[in-house]
């Protein structure tokens, strides 16, 4: 058998999963591919990085091991830029609970001044909606995958956070009206 066709063959099982950025409402901001190397933290720093260079100044970020990730952030050629944008490391609700009293201090949603209610989850909510996609996807190619993930994304940015955030504002001012 030819080595070069079985490694070709065998390459479409090199994507492993996407990582995500999702702003609070659950608009998708950014998708990477994850191939081969599972969840290092190539994806979140290259995540953070473009997220700066659009938001800028005063962002947070929320990541089931925040904690770790400020060490590797600040470890990193980007750790100078994140500090001087103060870009603040944070850890959900749902994962937060299962860290070191210190950590929970300080990155631990509930414990930040600024975010209300917001529990930092709104990935874990998108990638469980997503979950429809995974036997349509398991087979394809790579081209029809990303397209599947991307149409899958679009649609419900456009027809179900954006709809949702309308209804709401929309119920919003009617109860602020009467």
Not at 75 to 87: D, F, I, M, V, W
């Amino acid at each position: 058998m030819d080595d070069e066709k079985t490694k070709r063959a065998w390459g479409v099982y090199d994507e492993t999963g996407i990582f995500t950025a999702v702003c609070c409402h659950g608009f998708s901001l950014l998708i990477a591919d994850i191939v081969q190397s599972g969840e290092l933290a190539t994806y979140p720093l290259a995540i953070v990085a473009k997220v700066i260079d659009i938001v800028g100044d005063g962002l947070g970020g929320g990541y089931d091991i925040g904690c770790q990730f400020r060490t590797t952030l600040d470890n990193s050629p980007l750790g100078p830029r994140a500090r001087s944008l103060h870009y603040t490391s944070l850890v959900g609700a749902f994962h937060g609970h299962a860290h070191r009293q210190f950590c929970q201090l300080d990155h631990l949603a509930r414990y930040v001044l600024g975010l209300g209610l917001e529990d930092l989850e709104t990935c874990e909510r998108t990638f469980s909606k997503s979950n429809v996609l995974a036997p349509t996807t398991h087979y394809t190619s790579i081209f029809h995958c990303q397209q599947a993930i991307a149409s899958y994304f679009e649609y419900n940015d456009e027809y179900e956070v954006y709809a949702n955030l309308c209804m709401f504002y929309l119920l919003a001012s009617l109860h602020f009206l009467t």
